[in-house]
């Protein structure tokens, strides 16, 4: 299936929210049309990014699938409903996968004659690179590994055509123009050199520490939820705003899609060699370090009410 380029959608330009003004006899044309579903979908982008933020909202768990007689290894992603950076919605709604031998082989094939690609990404000390949680769950880490991470990016497919005008300096009267555009998703699994004491590449959680405690009174509680709020505006990607989105701390530089949404760490254990290969240890994949999103349903759940 192909897909437009990224920068095609005009929510990336972050557009002013300008609404059309329509008045009886006026002339429209397709810019036309499509301004107007610009700006609504632009509305709904902001509110997304700003009640949700980037994340997942429901599923979307990445779990490693072993090879068999009648199966690829691979890494899978389960169905589930992720806002990007945009707050444009990505949803799968099916599983996909990202076959791993495939992708192994073509990342040592971009490896250069000194420091290879596949070494730049391989860890001895893995502990300061996963979860919190996934940490405290006690799993036996490698003593080798190389680490990579999985993006969840939106992505715009074109479907059907239908009959129009000819575009451009053409005379044609069978001239076509496609006809849908469908919201759909792309899935990247992206190595990660680079890491160290300083950088682990995971996000950074949606607060630099929990609005009060348990021992805050409800005062402090109440100022630390309003001061959270009057400085909760991003200079970054909101309407009318100038240059594009800054990277996000998960961000490696080779993304260049800075709206993706990152989903899951995964640990190859690989062997010390020069270029590292891999080792017959099942891969680990670290579903926690994402951010998530849960809806009111959940917190009230989680309340007891």
Partial sequence: ???????????????????????????????????????????????????????????????????????????????????????RLIELPREACLRLPRWFEALAGVAGSGASALAQASYDDLGGFVSQRFADSGT??????LVADVFLRFVACPRGLTPSFAQGPFDALNAVSIARLRDAYELQLIARPGLDTGYDGLPLPPGTAPLGDATATREARRDALQDAVLLGWSASGHAGGDGGLEPAPEHPAELVDRSAVFLARVLLPVDGATPPARTADTPLVDNWGRRFLPPAALFAQWAGS
């Fill in 1 to 87: 299936m192909s897909t437009l380029a990224p920068d095609a959608d005009p929510l990336l330009a972050r557009p002013n929210a300008d609404r059309l003004a329509y008045a009886t006899g006026m002339l429209l044309d397709a810019q036309d049309f499509s301004d107007e579903q610009t700006y609504h979908r632009g509305r709904l982008a902001r509110a997304l990014a700003f009640l949700a933020g980037p994340g997942t909202l429901a599923g979307l768990r990445v779990e490693h699938v072993p090879a068999s007689a009648d199966q690829v290894e691979e890494i899978r992603v389960q169905p589930g409903l992720a806002v990007d950076r945009l707050g």
């Fill in 140 to 145: 036996a880490l490698p003593a080798r590994a």
